[in-house]
């Protein structure tokens, strides 16, 4: 398949922003097997990072081509750390339906505010069960980015959940690209908190919605906790200490 057809395929079905739960009960993926590829799109963000892992900036998709893509500065962000012209790059991100996508450029003008690359190609990743969706039916409350003290708990259902975001459904009404805090406890773990963006909604049925919701970037020490977490959730293994404080992730 060619690069091009990566950028341009049409939307599938709705419901495959999420697992079918009824589908798919709790059970260990396969140990590694080649992962979809997510899409990209105008406004999605990405990391870069020099093709030995360094990170050198974040920033969102202004326009791309089969070949080429300019990254802008996100809101709020400080300006560009400048990048060697030729200099060869990797990116990562997910698209609207969390599916993750890896790609590698060769960074062809870097400013303070614009990142152009040239020679982009698709990097194939496998798929491990760290990256695996859980369906997982549990309560969970969203909390309005001007809810600071969180005080107005809107009481979900989750859906599924992995390192990169969740999905939720709910009677609210929510736009793509709102910030939301959300509050979940996962059998006996302590409750976790995570701060996302809405980049997906989808009306599942009359009056209710499920939300895909990308997690804020975690640390490495919160992706391995969460992982943990998953996957014992996946193999039926119970807590047996939990932790004295919440996580704040």
């Not at 920033?59 to 200099?87: C, H, M, N, Q, Y």
């Not at 804020?216 to 906790?225: G, P, V, Y």
Request: with cysteine; glycine share 8%; charged share 25%.
């Amino acid at each position: 398949m060619g690069i091009f057809s990566f950028f341009s395929r049409d939307d599938e079905d709705d419901e495959e922003l999420l697992w079918e739960t009824e589908q798919h009960p709790r059970q260990a993926p396969p140990s590694s097997e080649a992962a979809p590829t997510g899409e990209l799109y105008e406004g999605m963000h990405l990391d870069v990072m020099t093709r030995e892992g360094e990170p050198l900036l974040s920033g969102r998709v202004t326009e791309f081509s089969p070949d080429s893509l300019t990254l802008g500065r996100l809101p709020g962000e400080l300006s560009f750390k400048i990048s060697p012209v030729g200099a060869a790059v990797s990116l990562s991100g997910y698209d609207r339906r969390l599916i993750p996508i890896c790609l590698s450029g060769v960074v062809q003008e870097s400013g303070r505010t614009l990142l152009r690359l040239k020679s982009l190609k698709i990097e194939h990743h496998v798929e491990h069960r760290d990256n695996f969706r859980l369906p997982f039916t549990t309560p969970v409350s969203l909390y309005r980015s001007d809810d600071e003290r969180q005080r107005n708990p809107e009481e979900c259902t989750l859906v599924n959940i992995s390192t990169g975001g969740c999905c939720v459904q709910s009677e609210y009404i929510h736009a793509e690209d709102e910030v939301v805090r959300i509050r979940v406890k996962l059998e006996d773990y302590a409750p976790l908190n995570f701060l996302g963006q809405v980049v997906r909604c989808v009306e599942h049925a009359p009056g209710q919605f499920w939300y895909g919701i990308l997690f804020a970037q975690l640390t490495e020490q919160e992706i391995t906790s969460l992982n943990k977490t998953l996957y014992n959730l996946q193999m039926g293994i119970k807590q047996t200490h939990v932790r004295g404080e919440e996580g704040h992730w």
